[in-house]
């Protein structure tokens, strides 16, 4: 049996290969503590993909067994993937995606499965390390090993991998994937966090708020030294482990396929001379026009018109000469905008290295949705909404390797319909690229929340227009949105996309890049952040390593541009005006916990009472006293808050409820409200009794509402009284 083991970190790891999907080009089983995983690379060898793209497939996936549970749901069988699974095949894609030559063209499906899985897992990292284990050992020609580290952070000192109870103290989650001495993706965020004075009272972080013993709420944001710092301990381990690799799986490797055909290139030589003599002006006219599809319809027209050039000037009879004008041309605009970029220090639409395009913001012109943002930068415009609710309006979801399920409170979607660069199609099922877009916003913006589970947010970033990082427009409309909504933040929080353009020891880094140098450029590098420091970023290398002095030039250039676009930001927030009509209101405040049980009332009967009467949603903590109220009327909002403390007998002046009504006594009492099981009259003394639909009607088909409505005036007849409820009878 081919296995090979390893110690890395004080953890051994067991790496079993080809025991498993002997049918693949290459399989591990991969063993770290008692969780499993089985990593296969299949390759097909007998197609050649003719179109410009690497065919690489990644998909990760977690089976309910491994943790000993059912898959959640009515159907009980693992159908779409979970946000988490996609989110993991893309970290393993951008991991391994730049290794591939430029000229790969065979479709290649690399599968992870997880078979065992504990709590102490960072199934991600496992995740990384079984995929290139495989694609390493396997028949594949790219023995390039491939590995990543997760660094934390607590009480100011970095953590290697930390364990899943270390990372919930840690300010810092920094994950960095990279071969031998070259880092290769960087994903980044921080954690929002309150500082409390030590006190010997255990009480909750609401009564704590209450008593002001809160020093602070941080966004615990990064500066960016110390994130080099972190990155330059990520890159001595991951060196450390690469050897480890190399020396293990030597022995292991299979003997290459012999990857005889490539993808057919249409480059030419003589066309490419032809254009550079001739066109390179009126190519250089093209690449600065300002708007992307002008750009793209005059290059084809350029195309067509350098075509009937050649055919009229040249006597050669060139085969498929429209595909080679269309690729050499192609080839020679890249090495144009690099050049200009390089050499004269000029850009595509005429901005200087460091220029950020220009911004306009406008805030809250959606008169029903709770909150809204119009963030445009450039050729990009992000539309970025904000909806407020309730406990009851959080996402549900499950983790593996947790028994209950979890609720996410805070939500970004985003979405990229294609209209959005000028393509005619319909919009599909949301795309993994959608989705890490969303969740890259989401990392940025989370941490700046002040008492984020005492309401659910969702943003949704519509992006109307693309030519440019839609993801960091979507961090910078989502925190004005925020604002809008009157959400309390420590900060707002402003993104850039960065981009690098590097031959030999020659660089030139770019801010704010758009889609001409995200696509012709060496690197797409997305930093969020506040004015204290980095709160997420995401990098993806197409040069297969980046150099430290690069990574700190590019780090400290993207503060100057956020720091630019935050004061704009600020601005436009002084502008706001909320949206009163439209947006909820909601109260928080604590009783004493022992009388939550009279709010909620016999099976649930008061609450939903309270409910009813002032159309609010209302979320209970039974351990510390804890009461969310929240509405879309303010008015009410405050009633039902005023209500359920009456019920808690907070006030110490209340009079006792037998001290004010008797059994018998008759009173002439206004409607307040009518609901479908009865109607709320008010009564002498700021009271509201329950007139039952059964003591107005024995007809169930007939409603309440069929004989009372709400400001009619009844004589009532007090039937009961049972601690804080009044029920009534009616009197003819």
Not at 62 to 88: H, I, M, N, Q, W
Not at 332 to 360: H, N, W
Request: aromatic content about 6%; proline content about 3%.
């Amino acid at each position: 049996m081919d296995e090979a083991k390893l110690m890395f970190l004080s953890k051994e790891e067991e790496y079993i290969f080809d025991k498993f999907a002997k049918q693949t080009n290459g399989s591990v089983y991969y063993k770290n503590g008692n969780n499993v995983l089985l990593a296969t690379v299949v390759i097909d060898e007998n197609c050649v993909v003719e179109e410009d793209f690497l065919p690489l497939t990644v998909q990760y996936i977690e089976k309910s067994y491994a943790a000993g549970k059912f898959p959640g749901g009515y159907v009980k069988r693992e159908a779409k993937p979970s946000d988490f699974e996609t989110l993991t095949a893309r970290i393993i894609d951008r991991s391994l995606r730049p290794l591939f030559p430029k000229d790969y063209c065979y479709p290649t499906q690399i599968t992870i499965m997880v078979l065992s899985a504990e709590s102490d897992g960072d199934l991600q990292i496992l995740a990384l390390n079984a995929a290139s284990a495989a694609l390493y050992v396997s028949e594949i020609p790219l023995h390039f090993p491939v590995n990543g580290v997760r660094i934390g952070r607590i009480a100011e000192e970095f953590v290697i991998n930390p364990t899943p109870n270390e990372q919930e103290q840690s300010t810092l989650d920094l994950l960095v994937s990279g071969v031998n001495e070259d880092l290769l993706m960087i994903e980044m965020r921080t954690f929002g966090g309150v500082k409390v004075k030590s006190s010997s009272n255990p009480l909750s972080l609401m009564t704590t708020l209450k008593e002001k013993e809160i020093t602070s709420f941080s966004a615990n944001e990064l500066e960016e030294d110390k994130l080099i710092e972190a990155l330059e301990l990520a890159r001595t381990q991951i060196a450390l482990k690469s050897r480890l690799i190399k020396e293990s799986f030597a022995p292991f490797v299979k003997s290459p396929l012999k990857l005889e055909r490539a993808r057919k290139s249409f480059v030419c030589e003589r066309i490419e001379n032809f254009i550079c003599q001739n066109y390179l002006e009126p190519l250089r006219k093209v690449i600065e026009s300002l708007s992307k599809t002008e750009r793209n319809s005059r290059l084809k027209a350029f195309a067509k018109e350098i075509m009937e050039s050649w055919k009229t000037q040249s006597s050669d009879d060139i085969e498929s000469l429209e595909e080679r004008v269309n690729e050499t041309l192609t080839k020679v605009k890249r090495t144009l905008i690099r050049q200009m970029i390089l050499e004269e220090g000029k850009r595509a639409d005429g901005r200087c290295l460091k220029e950020v395009r220009p911004i306009s913001i406008e805030t809250n012109f959606l008169p029903k949705a709770h909150s809204s943002a119009l963030f445009t930068r450039g050729q990009t415009q992000a539309l970025v909404v904000c909806t407020l609710g309730g406990e009851m309006d959080a996402q549900n979801y499950e983790l593996l390797t947790e028994k209950a399920t979890s609720k996410e409170r805070f939500m970004v979607h985003y979405n990229f319909p294609p209209f959005s660069v000028g393509e005619a199609s319909s919009i599909g099922a949301t795309s993994r690229r959608e989705l890490g877009h969303g969740n890259l916003a989401k990392r940025a913006l989370e941490c700046s929340l002040i008492n984020r589970d005492s309401k659910t947010i969702r943003l949704v970033s519509e992006i109307l227009e693309s030519n440019g990082s839609s993801s960091m427009a979507t961090v910078c409309g989502g925190s004005l949105a925020l604002a809008a909504a009157d959400i309390e933040c420590t900060s707002l929080i402003a993104g850039v996309a960065m981009g690098l353009v590097c031959e030999g020891e020659k660089y030139a880094i770019l801010t704010d890049i758009m889609g001409l140098e995200d696509h012709d450029g060496d690197m797409d590098f997305k930093v969020a952040g506040s004015t204290n420091g980095i709160t997420a970023l995401q990098m993806d290398i197409k040069l297969g390593g980046l150099r430290t002095e690069i990574l700190k030039n590019a780090l400290f250039q993207a503060k100057e541009a956020r720091l630019q676009i935050l004061g704009l930001m600020e601005e436009a927030k002084e502008k706001i005006v909320l949206n009163t009509e439209s947006l909820p209101s909601s109260q928080i405040f604590a009783i004493h916990p022992s009388k939550i049980v009279e709010v909620i009332g016999q099976a649930g009967k008061t609450i939903k009472e309270i409910i009813e009467k002032f159309e609010v949603a209302i979320d209970l903590n039974r351990d510390n006293g804890e009461v969310k109220v929240s509405g879309g009327n303010k008015q009410k909002v405050n009633a039902a808050k005023e209500h359920i403390l009456n019920i808690a007998n907070t006030k110490e002046n209340k009079p006792n409820l037998y001290e004010l009504y008797q059994v018998g006594d008759i009173y002439t009492g206004k409607v307040k409200k009518v609901v479908e099981f009865g109607a709320f009259v008010e009564l002498p003394h700021n009271y509201d009794g329950l007139l039952h639909v059964s003591k107005v009607t024995n007809n169930r088909n007939e409603r309440i509402s069929d004989y009372l409505k709400e400001g009619d005036e009844v004589r009532v007849e007090v039937l009961s009284l049972n601690k804080n409820k009044v029920e009534l009878g009616l009197v003819e």
